[in-house]
Every structure is written in C-alpha cells, then in structure tokens.
C-alpha cells in the first residue's frame, strides 16, 4: 500500500508543474496589471508607476518573474498579497475552512442520496420511478448554477422564510475561528442557538453547490449498477437464495462503487468550481469569492497561489481516490 | 418418487404478442443419486430451463408450467421468500465460467461462509471452519490460506472447485452443474468432473449435467435429455442414446463429434442454424435441417413418442421418447411409419 502511494505521488510533480505555468501565464495575459488597477489610469504619475512596478517586480521579464516564482515555491513561499501585503497562504487558509465546510456539506448531502437514487433507478430500470429519477438527474445536471441558486432563494428564503439569505451565520453571534468550520466553531463556543444558525445558513447552499454532483452520482450509480447487476457473480448470489436488499447492497454496490467513486473524485473539481459561483451568490466567505476578487485586482500572486493551492487539494482528493480503489478493489491492490 | 418432477415447463420471452419460446413444453424428473445430461447446442434452453426451475428469470421473462415439484413441494405455489430458502440450500447450482461466477470484491472465505451463515445459521467462527472444510473436500491445496484468497489470485479450475464447495456448503439435494468444464483447460476438465461425480455419490445427490460435450455425458451421465430450440426432442438412458440415437438431431450431434469423422476432409455438419425468433417452423423445429423430412413434417409439430425397441430391456425402453415422426432404427434409418 504504501509504495502505491509513493508510484501516485511521483506523478503528481509534473502536475504540481503544469499547474504552475498555467496559472502564471493565464493571469499574465490578462490586461492590465495590478498597479494600474490600484491607482487608476487617470491620476497616475509615470515616475511612481516605474517605481511600484519595480518594487513588485513586475518590470522584469516573464521568464524571470516565473523563474522567482517557482524558486519561491520551492522554498514554501507562495508570496504575498499585493492588495492586503498579507502572505498568500495566510489569506488562503483563513478562508479555506468555509469553501470546505460548504464543498463537505454539499458531497455530504449529494452523496448519499445519489446512491440511493441511482440504485432505485438501476433496480427499477424502464419503470416511471426510473425515469423519474433519470429525468431529474438531468435536470439537475443542466441547471444553472447561479440561476438554480437565485429560484431556491426566492422560494425558501424570501417566500417560505425558512432559510436565510447569505453568510454563515446570524449577525448576533460572535464565534471566534478557531477551526475556521463555523459548525465546529459554534459547537465550541457556548454561544446558545450559534451552532443551530450556522446550520441554518448552510443547508440552502450545501444543496445549490450539491445539486450537479448529486445529479453525476446519481447517473453514474445507475449504469454502473445496471452494469453489475448483468454479471455472472450476482446470478450466484441469487442462486445462493441470498435476500434481493443483500444482493445489491453486498454484492451489487460494492462493485458497482469503482466509477462512482472516480466520479466523486472528479466532483471535487467542479465543486470547487461551483463554490466560486455558490459563494457568490451567498456572500459566502470562502476562497472561491476571494479568487474572484483577487483576479479583479490582478493580484498576480494570490491568484497564482489560490490556483495551485485549489490545485494540489484536487490532486490531493484524486490520490485519495487511487488509494481507495484498492482499498475497494482487491485486483488494484495487489497489482504490482 | 422422484426428487425433481417438471411437467410442461415453458418459458417465455418478449412480448406476450410475439413471445419467443426459449423452452417450450419441457418434461424432466430426477430422482435422488441420479445424474441426468441435459445435452443441446448453444442456445437450445438447456440453461434457461434451470434458472427457471430457480426462479432466477427476471421479467419480462414468462415462466409457466403444469407442475414443479421438488422434494415433495410444490414451487409453482411457493413465494418468492420460500424459493429462496430452498435455493442454495436443496438445490445448489455451479455455472460455466467460475471466474466470472464468483463475486470480486469479496475473499473466497466470506462467499462460502455467506451461504453456511444464511442456511445453516452458523456463527462467524463455525461457519469459518466449515469453509475451511469444504475447501479441503474439493481437494484446494493449502486450503486454509485460500479462505483469505480473492478470486483474481485463484486459477480457473481452482475456482470452480471453490464454486463446487460453495454449492455443497448446505449438503443440497439437488446440484445443477451447467457447462461446470467448458471454460476449463482440458486436464482440469477431467480433474473436477471426477471431482463432481464422486462429490455427487457421496451425498447421494441428483445431478443435472447441462452440457454439449456428449462424451462427459457418456462417461457419467444415467440419462439424457437431448434439447433443440427450446424442446426436448429425445430422451433415453446412457449408453442406448449412444449406440441408437433415434432423433435425427440426436444422430447429427453424434456425427459431430470429430472422433467420428475420423479420415474424412471435413467435420460431419448439419447445414443451417437454430430457428429463431421470427423464423420458427410452423411443424418439426428440426425440419428445415433435416435430411429426413417429409412433407407432413413441416404441417404439425410432433409430440414426444414413445419408442419401443425389441431389442432393449423394458427400463430402457420406458425412458426412450423421440420427438420425431419417423424415428431412426437400429441401422439409423428412419423408420417409415
């Protein structure tokens, strides 16, 4: 297990790379540079523009200021912000926590009910329940996520009431950030009714940000189910007079979890994707809105850094998903 | 009285329109301690018949029959629970491909001990050792490590020993075996067939054989049941069949075995291929293949006659039922009725 480790980590160097580069060269094509943008073009003083661009380094060549980047990089400098002169990894990791607590609570809420839904769908294949399931599946797949966002507002917060608008939490409370996940955070303050609101402002997002992966899950469970239900091993089953509920929990979901897994990997991506828009749309203060802001400014090295943060945490989540085929699949581990 | 009695056994599938009959009309008894061939080339119903008998076709399946009695009870009447526990436990069935067969995810430990738990109502330790048992029964070397094994690191023909084990684990009454050599390598063939038939005589079980390989047939085999597109089309006893088939189909089979094409250029072959489901005969499935048909054998599909032969003993001739008008003779010609 451990050398499957190390074989997965030696291919995520060249990633780590790419990443990088792309993330560099993306920023610098944009227009504009971060001075600029600070100052305004009308009340700049040529003489203070030579100076600042200097000062940030900026007035070097591309391959230059890439190559500072990365000997930086090796050095575990992802640089400093140039809107706020705060390290990078500081302002990533303070708002971090609140796109993971919102990315967990949506895969919490999607997984569980993907899987199920796919496999009543995969059992009740052709049937009205099925296509039902199917049916919203692809709705889900296909909305919008800034449009589905807004329409749940609408109905549970402004004409229901249920929930409330945007942030994490009421304005009453007062919760220090110790973990930086308000659920936790709340839990350990002895602030009453803090965790109940934290709570409260989650779930409307969990379930916008959610609503694709548990749609991809959802599919990806029913093929893959009705794929595994046609094998040669689940007839034994069933010749052993083993109970149906046994045979596709036991035998059927086990196997067919392989690809969903891959897909919940792969989610993860697009979860931080959708969390630019979730959070958002929610005020939620997560790094998804910092990026946002960030490019906005050309903030060239807290773009650079938040990308391949977000980057390594995707590589981070694909590994762990390597690791768990074979914890899933005995045929993987013992591959040598 | 016999353990299994089927009596017009017919299944169905598609639409109830344009059904296709995958078995039509099938009779079979078993009795404890027999082995019965049932013996047909792809194709011909010898597998649906069984996963019918055990209730395992799915709709749209349609399966119908006039009776199904095994061990006494009635399985046309009994619920889908009450099949259950009957499955795996009195009758047990092995299939073609035990690679395939055996589920990937789990060790082979925890697939037996998955069937002595759910029957047998063993604990977690007891039902441990009696897989270790049983995996010394079909004779698995280093049994006890192989408890631990997934079925990617056993061999084809150690597979099927551990299916064989599986299906043994509550001592069945019944064990269909279909295609239980095909995937195998020719020596290991040998090996589990030897291996089933004394498995078979030590617990006085009823063996089904589903196969098309005749010459395991008449090795172990007591009776046959010789299938075509669905139908039985000749039933006889072990060697009779051999000596005087007394189907056309029955002949042609034989014929096709290589060993008797023996210095000729080519196999013997029976030109076309089995009807299926828009081109059925109206008369004889067979007719349009066979060299012997006669007009009145495209009119109406004949039933199973019986057949007497003057020179059999009256056990053999009791068995012998040909689905044919004109039924081959000693020298296999066909008889002119």
């Known amino acids: ?336 | 009285m016999s353990l299994l009695e089927i009596r017009n056994l017919s299944v169905e599938f598609g639409s109830t329109v344009h059904p296709f009959r995958a078995v039509d009309g099938l009779d079979l008894t078993v009795s404890r301690g027999e082995i019965v061939g049932i013996v047909g080339e792809s194709g011909s119903g010898k597998s649906v018949t069984m996963l019918a008998l055990m209730g395992l076709i799915d709709a749209p399946g349609r399966v119908s029959a006039e009776r199904l009695i095994f061990d006494g009870q009635d399985m046309l009447a009994m619920s889908a629970r009450q099949r259950r526990a009957i499955l795996g436990r009195d009758i047990a069935m092995i299939f073609q491909d035990a690679l395939t067969s055996l589920n990937p995810a789990y060790t082979v430990g925890f697939q037996l001990c998955e069937t002595l738990r759910l029957h047998g109502g063993l604990s977690r330790g007891d039902a441990r050792r009696r897989a270790l048992e049983l995996l010394e029964m079909v004779e698995i070397p280093a049994a006890r490590s192989r408890l631990d094994a997934y079925p990617h690191q056993l061999s084809g023909g150690m597979s099927q020993r551990v299916m064989i084990a599986m299906a043994l684990a509550c001592n069945p009454k019944l064990l269909i075996a279909d295609e239980p050599t095909t995937a195998l390598d020719v020596t290991v063939q040998a090996q589990i067939m030897e291996l089933l038939v004394s498995l078979q005589q030590q617990h006085d079980m009823g063996l089904i054989l589903i196969t098309h390989d005749l010459a395991v047939v008449a090795e172990v085999a007591d009776r046959v049941a010789v299938m075509y597109a669905g139908e039985v089309v000749e039933t006889s006893s072990v060697p009779a069949i051999f000596d005087t088939p007394r189907h056309p189909y029955t002949q042609a089979l034989l014929a096709a075995i290589p060993e008797h094409s023996k210095g000729a250029e080519r196999l013997a072959t029976l030109p076309g291929v089995v009807p299926g489901q828009y081109d059925r005969p109206h008369g004889c499935l067979l007719a349009p293949r066979c060299p012997y048909a006669k007009p009145r054998c495209a009119e109406a599909r004949p039933p199973l006659f019986p057949f007497i032969s003057e020179g059999y003993t009256q056990e053999i001739n009791d068995l012998l039922k040909v689905r044919c008008y004109t039924p081959l003779s000693d020298s296999g010609e066909p008889s002119h009725v």
């Open chain 1, 1 to 336: 297990m451990f050398g499957f480790v190390l074989r997965r980590l030696a291919v995520v160097i060249p990633t780590f790379l790419g990443i990088t580069l792309l993330a560099f060269a993306l920023i610098h094509m944009i227009p504009g540079d971060p001075v600029l943008l600070l100052v305004g073009e009308r009340n700049l003083d040529p003489e203070f523009y030579k100076a600042a661009m200097h000062r940030l380094g900026l007035d070097q060549p591309l391959y230059l200021q890439y190559w500072h980047y990365l000997s930086g990089l090796l050095q575990g400098d992802l640089g400093t912000s140039i809107r706020t002169h705060e390290p990078v990894v500081k302002e990533f990791f303070t708002l971090f926590p609140a796109t993971v607590e919102l990315s967990l609570a949506a895969m919490l809420f999607a997984t569980p009910l993907g899987l199920v839904a796919g496999v009543v769908a995969a059992t009740r294949r052709g049937t009205v329940v099925d296509h039902g399931v199917m049916g919203a599946a692809l709705t889900g797949y296909s909305m919008p996520i800034f449009w589905w966002g807004l329409m749940l507002i609408m109905l549970f917060s402004v004409h229901l009431g249920w929930t409330p608008v945007s942030g994490r939490i009421a304005l009453e409370y007062d919760i220090e950030a110790k973990t930086g996940f308000m659920l936790i955070d709340t839990l350990l303050s002895d602030e009453e009714g803090a965790f109940l609101s934290a709570l409260h402002h989650l779930v409307l997002p969990a379930i916008v940000l959610g609503t694709i992966p548990l749609a991809v899950i959802a599919r990806m469970t029913r093929s893959a189910m009705l794929e595994v239900l046609r094998e040669d091993y689940i007839r034994t089953a069933r010749a052993k007079g083993l109970s149906r509920l046994r045979i596709i929990v036991v035998h059927a979901l086990r196997n067919a979890l392989m690809p969903v897994v891959t897909v919940i990997g792969l989610q993860v991506g697009t979860l931080l994707a959708g969390a630019v828009l979730t959070e958002t749309i929610f005020s939620w203060p997560g790094v998804g809105k910092w990026l946002i802001d960030a490019i906005g400014q050309r903030d060239y090295p807290s773009v650079q850094g938040g990308i391949l943060l977000i980057g390594t945490m995707i590589i981070l989540v694909n590994l762990l998903v390597d690791v768990l085929y074979g914890v899933i699949n005995p045929r993987i581990r013992h591959a040598r």
